[in-house]
């Protein structure tokens, strides 16, 4: 009987998978050839069994079911996402963090939100406004400027034990906060950088970093939401607060659009639903019934 030892995939590049097994060691692996068969498409983030082939390289026997599974980024088992928007430069936009709050809700994951360059002027009092939205939920809302120590501490704490992807629009700040959690892997983000600035039809790389009893990941893209999988009605549930005032909205499947027995308008004219949440509430339902119209 060959040995089968247990791992995770932290890294895929042209058919190879790199698995971390539990003594730390990577073991460059190919994949069974019954994979391809059987429709079975390892990816980073799996937990597999690999049968060793000496000390460095080894073949993926197997594969554990995922958690979760992101289709772009390509990754499995992540259980947190980290967003990550800076304050000033680029700019900050309250529809950006709404859209991708709600993208997290909808694959079920824990989001953090992170808001940097609080050291930029003005962004201090930004973050205090965009902290009284988002607190309020509960959600963890952090100022950050890591490489000042700004939040570098909270960071590293709600990382540990964790598999967690930074996401965000390029420019916020994701590389600088990766490089101070890991300063080893610096030269190693640059790298993904310089991929995906090539253009958005290059294959997307994933690669975890082991971190703190558990893993991070930069991507270099987050996915868009995936309409075609979603009605209307359902948009309300991606908002926590919409959702909470919903439940007393007199008809069944409010839109939450106009009425005056629509509880959610009233919880927004008693500012008890931030305006700007309700906005981008409504220009997201807005682009979703667009992108329904156009499946028919
Ligand atoms: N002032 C300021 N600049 C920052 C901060 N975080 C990142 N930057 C700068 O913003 C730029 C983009 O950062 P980077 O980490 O590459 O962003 P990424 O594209 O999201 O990976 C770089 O010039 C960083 O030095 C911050 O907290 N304050
Ligand atoms: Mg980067
Ligand atoms: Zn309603």
């Known amino acids: 009987m060959k040995l089968n030892v247990p791992g995770r995939i932290i890294r895929a590049v042209s058919g190879f998978y790199y698995v971390q097994t539990q003594d730390g060691a990577v073991l460059q692996c190919r994949a069974r050839g019954v994979f391809k068969k059987r429709d079975i498409r390892p990816l980073v983030g799996d937990y597999v069994f690999v049968e060793p082939q000496g000390t460095r390289e080894?073949?993926?026997?197997?594969?554990?079911?995922r958690?979760?599974?992101?289709?772009?980024?390509?990754?499995?088992?992540?259980?947190?996402?980290?967003?990550?928007?800076?304050?000033?430069?680029?700019?900050?936009?309250f529809y950006q963090v709404d859209?991708?709050?709600a993208m997290i809700e909808s694959y079920s994951l824990r989001a953090l939100l992170g808001f940097t360059?609080?050291?930029?002027?003005?962004?201090?009092?930004?973050?205090?406004?965009?902290?009284?939205?988002?607190?309020?939920?509960?959600?963890e809302t952090m100022a950050l400027n890591v490489r000042n120590s700004i939040g570098a501490k909270r960071v590293a704490e709600l990382l540990s034990g964790h598999t967690t992807v930074l996401a965000g629009q390029s420019g916020v700040g994701k590389s600088t906060i990766l490089g101070a959690l890991l300063p080893d892997v610096e030269a190693v983000?640059?790298?993904?950088?310089?991929?995906?600035?090539?253009?958005?039809?290059?294959?997307?790389?994933?690669?975890?970093?082991?971190?703190?009893?558990?893993?991070v990941a930069d991507t270099p893209g987050f996915s868009q939401f995936d309409f075609d999988a979603m009605e209307p009605v359902q948009l309300t549930g991606l908002f926590r607060d919409i959702a909470a005032a919903a439940e007393e909205c007199a008809f069944r499947g409010c839109l939450h659009e106009q009425g005056t027995d629509c509880a959610v308008l009233r919880a927004v004219s008693?500012?008890?639903?931030?305006?700007?949440?309700?906005?981008?509430?409504?220009?997201?339902?807005a682009e979703l019934k667009e992108a329904k119209a156009r499946r028919y």
């Open 117 to 139: 360059k609080v050291d930029l002027p003005e962004s201090a009092r930004l973050f205090e406004t965009a902290r009284a939205v988002y607190e309020s939920m509960g959600y």
């Open 189 to 215: 983000t640059g790298v993904v950088g310089e991929r995906s600035r090539r253009g958005r039809h290059t294959t997307r790389h994933v690669e975890l970093y082991p971190y703190a009893g558990g893993y």
């Open 58 to 65: 080894g073949i993926v026997t197997g594969v554990k079911p």
């Open 99 to 101: 859209k991708m709050l």
């Open 67 to 93: 958690d979760s599974e992101l289709i772009r980024p390509p990754v499995a088992n992540v259980d947190q996402v980290l967003l990550v928007f800076s304050l000033a430069d680029p700019p900050l936009s």
């Open 270 to 285: 008693m500012n008890r639903i931030g305006q700007s949440r309700y906005d981008s509430y409504r220009q997201l339902l």
